[in-house]
């Protein structure tokens, strides 16, 4: 069962208008299933927050994917429970995805064979997010986006 907590609050106090803080989480069971989830359920907090570009939405449920189905499929590692933990957070012109397994070793970037099927998600999650990286003791993977308006080239 999906448990989803919602927060919103100003990023700092302040008497003039500050840029909100939206941040939902959701804890969901470690299971091919919960990669559609942590994606439907990314897709409408952003929808419902509004403000972020459609081609960065886009971007950004594809690290979801990438990041949720790396927790999946390495998280339960180590006999670590198997819950996969998925934070959003949007404030000011920033997004940032979070994805929390159960593993202790960090996720890291590898080379795939040309005749193998898996193992490019993290070049996926290094190519679209501004920024990527790992953090608590190993078991959070995170990925940046800017949602600052682009100039359209012509």
Do not use: Y
Not at 1 to 22: D, G, I
Not at 50 to 78: C, K, Y
Not at 97 to 110: E, H, I, M, Q
């Amino acid at each position: 069962m999906a448990h989803e907590h919602t927060l919103r609050t100003p990023e700092r106090p302040s008497s003039h208008l500050s840029p909100l803080r939206n941040a939902v989480a959701v804890s969901l069971p470690s299971s091919p299933t919960c990669v559609r989830t942590s994606r439907q359920f990314a897709a409408e907090a952003m929808e419902r927050w509004g403000g972020i570009p459609a081609v960065v939405a886009e971007d950004a449920l594809v690290v979801v994917s990438e990041l949720v189905t790396n927790a999946v499929l390495h998280g339960g590692e180590d006999g670590a429970e198997e819950v996969v933990r998925l934070r959003i957070e949007h404030c000011g012109d920033e997004l940032t995805v979070r994805v929390t397994d159960g593993t202790s070793k960090p996720a890291r970037l590898r080379t795939a064979g040309a005749t193998e099927t898996g193992g490019r998600g993290l070049l996926l999650v290094m190519r679209l997010a501004d920024d990527w990286g790992v953090s608590e003791q190993n078991h959070t993977t995170w990925a940046r986006f800017s949602t600052h308006p682009q100039e359209q080239a012509c």
